[in-house]
């Protein structure tokens, strides 16, 4: 059996190409094309004829459950799954729909949890949208891209001071398993409150109770109301795994097209590759590096280069993206984190090893960096975080090397005494993201030495007594910051002050 030929010896040759006949509402003929499975098994479905099937369409079987056509080969059709259930066996029915996959876009999505076809995962009824969008659609031409210029704050200290991101940037999160890397992103959607920004949990691959977990943690904090869920569990069919984080660029797109903000977070990647390597051994594509296929690079660089700014005539909307990536045994050179590392805007790296010694969040400041979102910073920032990484790395150095129980001279001493003040000044628990001002407040009394000679475990308190001053004491600073303005030297001598008084006791704890 042929699948090429005319259309009429195709019909002919093909076992039951046509199933039926139907009429279209305008009174024409219209023919349908059919085919049967003949195996199924592991997330793919193999099926006889379908002759005019193109890549990428939707198929249905049984039970409107529905399958994507992939691999075209002359004998048969590898058909990835985004379903499965009874009635799908060797035998059954496989249908053209002539169409792609769409999900439904819109504000009806907010606040909901999906899975990647866009069908209700939260019992809140039907998805209120009056839009679909193709899950996969062409990246923005460069002429339509417009410069990074708006900060994307996540409220973490370390990464707003140190390696900052902006809108329409794509920065990538590393680290090995539980560093919290979910947790960082959490904490950054958490912060997008009132920031007009849209954000887009993808999860991928996800046991449903580390996702419970975060929706929760949404919740809790309010957060909702601006958040999307796709969620593709880890024993969903592969192909689920595979279509989600396309299924969630769509939905960001439609906000970026609107001259919104929006913000996708892929957690994580890592699954996807492994979900799409699977599907490609299945369909018997040749494996390359790590039996990955070779458009393994492809199919993420696609992804992720429709993530961008618009020109302000485009209305100037943005779609930042933060994929996630899992290491293995802090090895960054391995193939997939080296795809992203070279496809994204920069990386923030989490270690294992600070995450046990309790810096959190464990980022490694040496190893992170930050291609474009250092023009987008808030000036404010200069005043402390000029060269604080590079001083911070240096820092590290240092401290390895005083472990060797040389004897230090004094500026030695210094320097560390004010590496650890820094770097106590950076920790911050979980689900707390400050705004720019207090985050420079407490940077420039750490910076400006007030915390040299405190005890590592008081630093903690102290900036929570600069939080908690800050707002009586320089209320329009928050403005100030936010704006754009520089911090004049008279604005920095009195956040000093602040941190003075701070240090000297006057706030009052907060009753645990
Ligand atoms: P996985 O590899 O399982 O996905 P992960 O890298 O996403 O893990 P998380 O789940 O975010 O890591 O975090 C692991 C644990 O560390 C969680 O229990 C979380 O509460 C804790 N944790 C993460 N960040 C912080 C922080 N800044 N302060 C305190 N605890 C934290
Ligand atoms: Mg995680």
């Known amino acids: 059996m042929k699948r090429e030929g005319s259309l009429h010896t195709v019909f002919e040759e093909t076992l039951g190409a046509v199933d039926r006949i139907s009429r279209t509402p305008r009174g024409t003929l219209r023919a349908e094309e059919y085919g049967e499975v003949t195996s199924v098994g592991h997330g793919v479905a193999r099926v006889r004829g379908l002759p005019g099937v193109r890549s990428e369409e939707l198929v249905r079987f049984p039970n409107d459950l529905l399958g994507m056509a992939f691999n075209l080969e002359p004998e048969e059709v590898g058909v990835i799954l985004l379903d499965e259930g009874p009635g799908l066996a060797a035998g059954a029915t496989a249908r053209r729909t002539n169409r792609v996959l769409d999900v439904p876009v819109g504000e009806g999505l907010l606040g909901r949890v999906v899975d990647p076809a866009g069908r209700p995962l939260d019992n809140a009824g039907r998805i209120r949208s009056a839009a679909r969008a193709i899950i996969e659609s062409p990246a923005p031409a460069i002429i339509d891209r417009a410069p990074v210029t708006v900060p994307l704050s996540?409220?973490?200290?370390?990464?707003?001071?140190?390696?900052?991101?902006?809108?329409?940037?794509?920065?990538?999160?590393?680290?090995?398993?539980?560093?919290?890397?979910?947790?960082?992103?959490?904490?950054?959607m958490i912060n997008q409150k009132g920031k007009h920004m849209i954000c887009i949990y993808c999860a991928i691959g996800q046991r449903s109770s580390s996702v419970a977990k975060v929706i929760a943690d949404l919740r809790e904090h309010d957060a909702t109301s601006y958040c999307i869920v796709v969620f593709a569990p880890g024993d969903a069919p592969p192909g689920q795994l595979f279509i989600a984080p396309y299924a969630a660029m769509a939905m960001g797109e439609?906000?970026?097209?609107?001259?919104?903000?929006?913000?996708?977070?892929?957690?994580?990647?890592?699954?996807?590759?492994?979900?799409?390597?699977?599907?490609?051994?299945?369909?018997?594509?040749?494996?390359?590096?790590?039996?990955?296929?070779?458009?393994?690079?492809?199919?993420?660089?696609?992804?992720?280069?429709?993530?961008?700014?618009?020109?302000?005539?485009?209305?100037?909307?943005?779609?930042?993206?933060?994929?996630?990536?899992?290491?293995?045994?802090?090895?960054?050179?391995?193939?997939?984190?080296?795809?992203?590392?070279?496809?994204?805007?920069?990386?923030?790296?989490?270690?294992?090893?600070?995450?046990?010694?309790?810096?959190?969040?464990?980022?490694?400041?040496?190893?992170?960096?930050?291609?474009?979102?250092?023009?987008?910073?808030?000036?404010?920032?200069?005043?402390?975080?000029?060269?604080?990484?590079?001083?911070?790395?240096?820092?590290?150095?240092?401290?390895?090397?005083?472990?060797?129980?040389?004897?230090?001279?004094?500026?030695?001493?210094?320097?560390?005494?004010?590496?650890?003040?820094?770097?106590?000044?950076?920790?911050?628990?979980?689900?707390?993201?400050?705004?720019?001002?207090?985050?420079?407040?407490?940077?420039?009394?750490?910076?400006?030495?007030?915390?040299?000679?405190?005890p590592p475990e008081k630093v903690a308190a102290f900036s929570g007594g600069i939080r908690r001053l800050l707002p009586v004491e320089m209320p329009g600073i928050y403005d100030l910051v936010d704006s754009g303005k520089d911090l004049d030297a008279a604005s920095r001598e009195a956040l000093i002050a602040v941190a003075r008084k701070a240090l000297n006791g006057e706030w009052k704890p907060l009753k645990p």
């Open 254 to 454: 439609y906000f970026m097209r609107k001259g919104l903000d929006a913000l996708v977070v892929f957690d994580d990647l890592s699954q996807h590759a492994r979900a799409y390597r699977e599907l490609s051994l299945l369909l018997r594509r040749p494996p390359g590096r790590e039996s990955f296929p070779g458009d393994i690079f492809y199919i993420h660089s696609r992804l992720l280069e429709r993530s961008t700014h618009f020109r302000p005539e485009l209305g100037g909307g943005s779609l930042s993206a933060l994929p996630i990536i899992e290491t293995e045994e802090q090895n960054l050179a391995a193939y997939i984190p080296t795809n992203l590392i070279s496809i994204t805007d920069g990386q923030i790296y989490l270690t294992p090893t600070l995450f046990q010694k309790g810096v959190l969040p464990a980022v490694d400041v040496g190893t992170s960096v930050s291609r474009v979102g250092g023009k987008t910073q808030l000036p404010a920032y200069r005043a402390v975080a000029a060269d604080l990484k590079l001083s911070y790395s240096q820092f590290e150095e240092l401290e390895v090397f005083s472990r060797f129980g040389t004897r230090i001279d004094e500026h030695t001493r210094r320097t560390l005494a004010r590496g650890r003040a820094v770097r106590e000044a950076l920790k911050q628990p979980l689900y707390d993201p400050l705004p720019a001002a207090e985050q420079i407040a407490i940077l420039l009394a750490a910076t400006s030495g007030l915390f040299d000679d405190l």
């Open 154 to 188: 996540t409220g973490i200290k370390v990464v707003d001071a140190l390696i900052p991101i902006g809108r329409g940037q794509r920065e990538l999160i590393l680290g090995d398993r539980q560093t919290g890397k979910t947790g960082l992103v959490v904490d950054c």
